[in-house]
């Protein structure tokens, strides 16, 4: 639990954040107690709230995140610790891109195995347009412990909406949570079936040409006044309230 009173907007972004550790357990994209989802904290640049090391994605609630600096130093008195990666990549996105409110980092099975294809993500279906040519990659460092690592990362990130960790994983950012997290549903999605297909056909899929995958892109955007996640994510807080509450704590 926190050890201190917070603004409304920091208590909102806990719930958010929380509620994305839970939906992301039920989907089965958690690591036992590894990978990360982290978000800004509200009208306070450089802090953002990361899960407890060594709690599981289904136990993580709004109260027992953890408030720390870019340069991973803890904020608030209570007695968690946060895993070192988690600085590594969270801290160096969100101190790069402050238009970032959410990075969203996972080792998924569907996730490890499109990290080890070299073509990476093709635009074979719908939500792979989503994605078009809005994906980086980043090879495979190790542990991603150092702030070099972290620099690197964030260049290949760029501008971008997020990364294939080659040999390891994926991640998302987003302006909210619920955008980083539809991303990231979008990515694992496309992961799946392009992966299936490429193990019925023997690697041979259809792939429509790159003029329409990038019209399909552009008409999934539109004029970027409706984001991804801001019709689907008041759906899915629903289904999750029915079913476990809890993350509010």
């Keep these: 639990m926190t050890f201190r009173r917070v603004s409304d907007a920091e208590w909102n972004a806990r719930l ?23 978000v800004s904290v509200p009208d306070e640049p450089g ?4 899960n407890p090391y060594g709690y599981l994605f289904e136990e993580v609630c709004a109260s027992n995140l953890v408030k720390v600096n870019t340069r991973g130093e803890k904020l608030d008195d209570v007695p968690f610790s946060v895993n070192p990666t988690g600085f590594a990549i ?19 099975e569907w996730g490890m195995a499109l990290s080890m294809v070299p073509a990476g993500l093709l635009p074979a279906t719908q939500p792979a347009m989503r994605l078009f040519e809005r994906l980086g990659r980043h ?8 702030e070099a690592e ?4 964030v260049n290949h990130l760029g501008q971008l909406d997020g ?15 619920a955008e980083a997290w539809m991303l990231m549903y979008h990515l694992e999605r496309a992961a799946r079936a392009q992966l299936q297909a490429m193990a019925a056909t023997g690697g041979h899929v259809i792939v ?7 019209r399909t892109y552009r008409q999934w955007v ?11 994510w008041p759906a899915l807080l629903r289904r999750l309230d029915k079913q476990d509450g809890s993350y509010k704590n």
């Design 47 to 50: 802090a953002y709230l990361i």
């Design 222 to 232: 539109g004029d970027g006044s409706e984001r991804d996640g801001d019709a689907e």
């Design 208 to 214: 429509p040409p790159a003029e329409i995958a990038a």
């Design 90 to 108: 969270h801290g160096a996105v969100h101190a790069a891109r402050p238009d970032v409110g959410c990075v969203l980092h996972l080792h998924t």
């Design 150 to 153: 972290g620099a690197r990362l």
């Design 16 to 38: 958010d954040l929380a509620a994305a550790y839970r939906l992301s357990a039920q989907r089965g994209w958690d690591d036992i107690i590894f990978t990360h989802i982290s």
């Design 163 to 177: 990364l294939i960790l080659q040999n390891h994983g994926t991640l998302t950012v987003g302006r909210s949570v």
């Design 139 to 146: 090879a495979y460092e190790g542990l991603a412990l150092g």
